[in-house]
């Protein structure tokens, strides 16, 4: 009786060491690494087509946030008039691009997978908003004077918040769609312009300020 007790007693503890390492092995697989690459497809405050894109690292640790990086760029054609001289203008071409670091968090759902995440930009972090402005003035119906870029070298801090709606597929694959608005304030793009001032008096500020739609996939290791 007494043998029976014992064998009895080892194989509770047995029972009890194999089911904490399973429990220890599963919480381990459900720890991973995940790498984010999204596309832009679109930016609200863009008059065409844009290119940019969205990357993170994602990592297991509890409470620590995740890192990632935005880029997004496009290229806008206005032409402004003198408000005192109808017949005087300027034609501006402008490539604008804007990056910011981010920090993000990835919550899971029954279902999808929520990630919400901030972020900034700015000329110490070597990112923020350029702009590259072609400028062609006509004053007052004379020849068009082309004139260098203004070349704004992320001078212009930018703020970022964002949020990704997540399918994940077998733990190891996500789809998801992003969100991503750039806040900064309105930019004067001929502001740093050589060749003179203008001979007509022209308003060049701009906001480009805007939400950056992205689509994208993520890989668990």
């Not at 790498?35 to 409470?63: K, L, R």
């Not at 999808?112 to 590259?132: A, C, H, M, P, R």
């Not at 070349?151 to 991503?180: A, Q, R």
Request: proline residues 4%; hydrophobic residues 35%.
């Amino acid at each position: 009786m007494l043998n029976r007790t014992k064998y009895f007693c080892k194989l509770c503890l047995s029972g009890s060491f194999l089911l904490v390492l399973l429990s220890l092995s599963s919480t381990a697989n459900a720890q991973f690494i995940g790498i984010n690459a999204d596309v832009a497809i679109d930016y609200s405050a863009a008059p065409g087509s844009v290119s940019g894109y969205s990357v993170g690292i994602s990592h297991p640790a509890p409470f620590i946030p995740n890192i990632g990086y935005s880029s997004v760029s496009f290229k806008d054609k206005d032409t402004v008039t003198d408000s005192s001289e109808s017949t005087s203008s300027v034609l501006l071409e402008t490539t604008t691009t804007i990056k910011t670091i981010n920090l993000f968090y990835n919550i899971p759902f029954p279902v999808v997978t929520i990630t919400v995440g901030f972020g900034y930009g700015s000329d110490n972090l070597n990112t923020g908003v350029e702009t590259k402005t072609t400028i062609v003035e006509t004053f007052e119906g004379g020849t068009p004077k082309t004139q260098q870029t203004s070349d704004l070298e992320t001078s212009v801090p930018v703020s970022e918040v964002f949020f990704h709606i997540g399918l994940p597929f077998w733990n190891t694959v996500e789809f998801h769609l992003g969100y991503h608005l750039m806040s900064f304030t309105s930019i004067d793009i001929t502001s740093n312009k050589s060749g003179g001032n203008f001979e007509g008096t022209y308003n060049t500020k701009k906001n480009y300020s805007g939400g950056m739609t992205t689509i994208g996939v993520q890989v668990a290791f």
